[in-house]
């Protein structure tokens, strides 16, 4: 079965530059979250999705960042402009249903370094 | 608040010991408690959960965890270790009101041979 698929897997760029990261979430899951996983800061949630509408955005760090899910399949996370400071691992994990005792399901993640 | 400590930032075993990784929650209510495994360069993978029911859980890869109400705990466990076992183990909750899967912080298994 296919799982979250993520994509770049790694993305290396320079400071100031647009930078895209995209996320098809398991088929059939009503849930879809963002997250950012450092060193420092251990794995913080961005933003959740249900049935394509953001419902929690508090963890986004600031307007630099935005998400989107036109559809059920699919979803982006853009940073721009982009910053040394958001090197990270941005994972996309998908739910059958949230909040729940439906687990999330996660991607192997992007590794985004800002040079 | 409402938290999940790990106290165990690092831990060795030997390919072949037991294993137990601690996980404590502090919730009002009993949370819905998950255990993952991330491998270097993955992502999380889901090795257990325990939401109701009987309190001792079985995973995949061999593993399985206790919840114990009186002591907010849900400790994952292994009888024995494999070298690929290796990696970053994470406890993380929910309660039913909440939005956020609160992980905690993280435990690093080194196996040695």
């Known amino acids: 079965d296919a799982g979250v698929i993520q994509s770049p897997r790694h993305e290396v760029t320079e400071m100031g530059q647009e930078v895209t990261l995209r996320c098809k979430p398991i088929s059939g899951h009503n849930s879809l979250f963002w997250y950012r996983q450092t060193m420092m800061r251990g794995l913080e949630l961005l933003i959740y999705?249900?049935?394509?509408?953001?419902?929690?955005d508090s963890g986004m760090p600031e307007d630099r960042f935005s998400a989107k899910m036109p559809n059920a399949s699919f979803s982006t996370l853009k940073i721009q402009p982009s910053e040394p400071r958001d090197s990270a691992v941005y994972f996309c994990?998908?739910?059958?249903?949230?909040?729940?005792?439906?687990?999330?399901?996660f991607g192997d993640g992007t590794r985004l370094s800002i040079l | 608040a409402q938290s999940v400590t790990q106290p165990d930032i690092h831990i060795t075993v030997s390919e072949g010991a037991s294993l137990e990784l601690r996980c404590n929650y502090s919730y009002g209510a009993t949370p819905y408690l998950f255990w993952y495994v991330q491998s270097p360069g993955q992502g999380l993978q889901l090795l257990l959960k325990?939401?109701?029911?009987?309190?001792l859980v079985q995973g995949i890869k061999g593993f399985e965890a206790e919840f114990k109400r009186s002591q907010s705990s849900f400790n994952l466990r292994k009888p024995s270790v494999h070298w690929s076992d290796a990696a970053e183990y994470f406890c993380?909750?929910?309660?039913?009101?909440?939005?956020?899967?609160?992980f905690g912080t993280g435990t690093r298994l080194q196996v040695t041979l």
């Open positions: 994990a998908s739910s059958l249903k949230w909040p729940s005792n439906q687990p999330q399901h």
């Open positions: 999705f249900n049935n394509n509408v953001p419902i929690d």
């Open positions: 993380a909750a929910i309660t039913g009101t909440a939005s956020k899967l609160t």
């Open positions: 325990y939401f109701s029911g009987d309190t």
